[in-house]
């Protein structure tokens, strides 16, 4: 039979059983102190001579087995049952891109942006049954659409997204991912992961923590690395011109595809690199097809029998045994 606790971290309520067995030695030592300062020894011992010191521990004994018994109930001993007759049929997907200025680059044609936004329509078409949020990102992050059914917004939002919607210039993709996972319905049994659309140039080094974090949360991050390792120049959008940095040196954006690995990996998702659009798509939606199957087989579809009662029923049943154990001697009245 497999048993196993719902509530397991009831079981440290048990360290009162060793505190009570200390306090009921100071208590045996308390009772001989004040017997010895009543008065005459002999005398004491006639008057207390009906008092049962063994019942008296007995009694302790049978105390804290049933408190015993009353923790194990706590935890809820269970086994599993028969499977429930329904199937998760989606995941839980948000989407986050980037949309700092470096995505203008046009390494990959038309542009590091155009590419993501066909690179997600194309992705939304093969996901029906799964909801989507998106989230866009730069210097700071932004929910741009809770999770949704629908594709048709989905698309909405995609095709007008642009710098201009984020004030805060650079990329934090520590942000992103941290207000990705916030997008998560934290109260449902599904399967969630985010896909990351970005250039991979962070300027934050928490990125492969925070996905670490999520990790821990069950959510699989999924990274889409867009443009080239040798990397190329582009126009900065307030000026029209090529964008420079402080000493009026030509700015290079390239591909931090090392990072972008390093983050699904901590996830046991999975990096692509965004060349032909069409066999992106094929690939990741591949990958998360593999998942869906796992949800339908995932243990949370399984109904448990609890036992708590059992353990109950014995401390009840010890408490009112208690009752019934004296601390006299027989033949005392």
């Given at each position: 039979?497999?048993?196993?606790?719902?509530?397991?971290?009831?079981?440290s309520?048990?360290?009162?059983?060793?505190?009570?067995?200390?306090?009921?030695?100071?208590?045996?030592?308390?009772?001989?102190?004040?017997?010895?300062?009543?008065?005459?020894?002999?005398?004491?011992?006639?008057?207390?001579?009906?008092?049962?010191s063994?019942?008296?521990?007995?009694k302790?004994v049978?105390?804290?087995?049933?408190?015993?018994?009353?923790?194990?109930?706590?935890?809820?001993?269970?086994?599993?049952?028969?499977?429930?007759?329904?199937?998760?049929?989606?995941?839980?997907?948000?989407?986050?891109?980037?949309?700092?200025?470096?995505?203008?680059?046009?390494?990959?044609?038309?542009?590091?942006?155009?590419?993501?936004?066909?690179?997600?329509?194309?992705?939304?078409?093969?996901?029906?049954?799964?909801?989507?949020?998106?989230?866009?990102?730069?210097?700071?992050?932004?929910?741009?659409?809770?999770?949704?059914?629908?594709?048709?917004?989905?698309?909405?939002?995609?095709?007008?997204?642009?710098?201009?919607a984020?004030?805060?210039?650079?990329?934090?993709?520590?942000?992103?991912?941290?207000?990705s996972?916030?997008?998560?319905?934290?109260?449902?049994?599904?399967?969630?992961?985010?896909?990351?659309?970005?250039?991979?140039?962070?300027?934050?080094?928490?990125?492969?923590?925070?996905?670490?974090?999520?990790?821990?949360?069950?959510?699989?991050?999924?990274?889409?690395?867009?443009?080239?390792?040798?990397?190329?120049?582009?126009?900065?959008?307030?000026?029209?011109?090529?964008?420079?940095?402080?000493?009026?040196?030509?700015?290079?954006?390239?591909?931090?595809?090392?990072?972008?690995?390093?983050?699904?990996?901590?996830?046991?998702?999975?990096?692509?690199?965004?060349?032909?659009?069409?066999?992106?798509?094929?690939?990741?939606?591949?990958?998360?097809?593999?998942?869906?199957h796992?949800?339908?087989?995932?243990?949370?579809?399984?109904?448990?029998?609890?036992l708590?009662?059992?353990?109950?029923?014995?401390?009840?049943?010890?408490l009112?045994?208690?009752?019934?154990?004296?601390?006299?001697?027989?033949?005392?009245?």
């Amino acid at each position: 039979m497999n048993i196993q606790f719902q509530y397991v971290n009831f079981w440290s309520l048990l360290v009162a059983i060793p505190a009570g067995i200390v306090f009921f030695m100071l208590l045996l030592r308390w009772k001989k102190k004040v017997t010895k300062r009543i008065g005459d020894e002999k005398l004491v011992r006639i008057l207390i001579s009906n008092f049962s010191s063994k019942l008296f521990r007995t009694k302790w004994v049978v105390l804290s087995v049933a408190f015993a018994f009353g923790v194990l109930s706590l935890m809820n001993p269970r086994i599993p049952g028969e499977s429930e007759n329904f199937m998760r049929k989606g995941i839980d997907v948000v989407i986050a891109m980037d949309l700092s200025k470096s995505m203008l680059s046009a390494d990959v044609s038309p542009s590091r942006l155009d590419k993501a936004k066909e690179f997600i329509n194309k992705l939304l078409d093969k996901m029906p049954d799964d909801r989507v949020a998106l989230v866009w990102f730069a210097g700071s992050a932004y929910l741009q659409m809770p999770l949704t059914i629908d594709e048709d917004v989905a698309k909405m939002y995609v095709s007008s997204a642009d710098p201009d919607a984020i004030p805060v210039p650079g990329t934090d993709i520590s942000k992103a991912l941290e207000k990705s996972g916030d997008a998560f319905s934290q109260n449902e049994e599904r399967f969630k992961t985010i896909i990351l659309i970005t250039d991979g140039e962070d300027h934050a080094p928490d990125a492969v923590k925070t996905a670490a974090a999520l990790a821990d949360k069950g959510i699989m991050i999924n990274t889409v690395g867009i443009g080239s390792e040798e990397g190329t120049s582009f126009i900065d959008p307030a000026t029209g011109a090529v964008k420079k940095d402080e000493q009026g040196n030509v700015v290079i954006s390239k591909l931090n595809a090392e990072e972008l690995k390093q983050i699904a990996a901590k996830t046991n998702g999975t990096y692509i690199h965004l060349q032909n659009t069409q066999e992106a798509v094929n690939s990741l939606t591949g990958y998360l097809l593999q998942i869906r199957h796992k949800a339908s087989l995932d243990k949370s579809t399984l109904s448990y029998r609890s036992l708590y009662y059992w353990p109950a029923a014995i401390a009840f049943i010890l408490l009112v045994i208690v009752n019934f154990i004296p601390e006299r001697k027989k033949g005392f009245a």
